[in-house]
């Protein structure tokens, strides 16, 4: 089991720049595949990015293709996301999640979540 914190979300104008934190307790992160998702007011909870257990696989949404880049660090237990070239469309709050099979871009495969960080751009 692994628990899961978020961190650096915020407010930011368009065309700026953030980077996520996602912080895993224990010592099983290296065997979890990650991925961020994200969900706006009124809206289902959609795929971002994933990363496989090594780093070595990663996917992505397309709409922050090219944008966000994800990665993982399994000595400190943390996976982060950097987000680039913000637009408004982008604001929502972000999840970190985990799970012990393959990558997957549906919310439902994942088994861990943490409780999200607050990403806000402004036009």
């Known amino acids: 089991q692994v628990q899961l914190m978020e961190s650096g979300g915020g407010l930011v104008q368009a065309g700026g720049s953030l980077r996520l934190s996602c912080a895993a307790s224990g010592r099983t992160f290296k065997y979890y595949n990650m991925a961020w998702f994200r969900q706006a007011p009124g809206k289902e909870r959609t795929f971002v990015a994933a990363v496989s257990q090594n780093g070595g696989t990663t996917d992505y949404a397309d709409s922050v293709k090219g944008r966000f880049f994800i990665s993982r660090d399994n000595v400190g237990n943390t996976m982060y996301l950097q987000m680039n070239s913000l637009i408004p469309e982008d604001t929502a709050v972000y999840y970190c999640?985990?799970?012990?099979?393959?990558?997957?871009?549906?919310?439902?495969?994942?088994?861990?979540w943490g409780q999200g960080t607050q990403v806000t751009v402004s036009s």
């Open positions: 999640a985990g799970r012990g099979k393959r990558i997957a871009t549906v919310a439902v495969a994942y088994d861990y």
